[in-house]
Nanobody, 125 residues
Framework: QVQLEESGGGLVQAGGSLRLSCAAS????????MGWFRQAPGKEREFVGA????????VYADSVKGRFTISRDNVKGMQYLQMRSLQPEDTAVYYC??????????????????WGQGTQVTVSS
């Protein structure tokens, strides 16, 4: 098991930027595929993006492609989500998640066994 804790959420105006961080502890961080999900009130948890073990490949949801960037630092045990050009529809609780298994281009919440507690991102218009 790996323990995850998100930070960096907050209130930002539309068009602004925010960087979320996810700190991992427990089992070796580099052995996990890492992902970000988000959940808005009344909606299902939605895939945002994922990054492969060594950081050499990423995949994003179409809704955030070109605006969000995922990165990781395996030495520090950290994952990051850089969000730019934020819009009110990006408002949600953002979750960091860790998965084992093989890398692929489509991910669902059920693929991830380890989750953080979430951090709120609110984008005002």
């Amino acid at each position: 098991q790996v323990q995850l804790e998100e930070s960096g959420g907050g209130l930002v105006q539309a068009g602004g930027s925010l960087r979320l961080s996810c700190a991992a502890s427990g089992r070796p961080f580099s052995s996990y595929i890492m992902g970000w999900f988000r959940q808005a009130p009344g909606k299902e948890r939605e895939f945002v993006g994922a990054i492969i073990w060594g950081g050499g490949d990423t995949v994003y949801a179409d809704s955030v492609k070109g605006r969000f960037t995922i990165s990781r630092d395996n030495v520090k045990g950290m994952q990051y989500l850089q969000m730019r050009s934020l819009q009110p529809e990006d408002t949600a609780v953002y979750y960091c998640a860790a998965a084992g298994g093989r890398w692929r281009q489509k991910w669902d919440p059920a693929d991830f066994a380890n989750w953080g507690q979430g951090t709120q991102v609110t984008v005002s218009s």
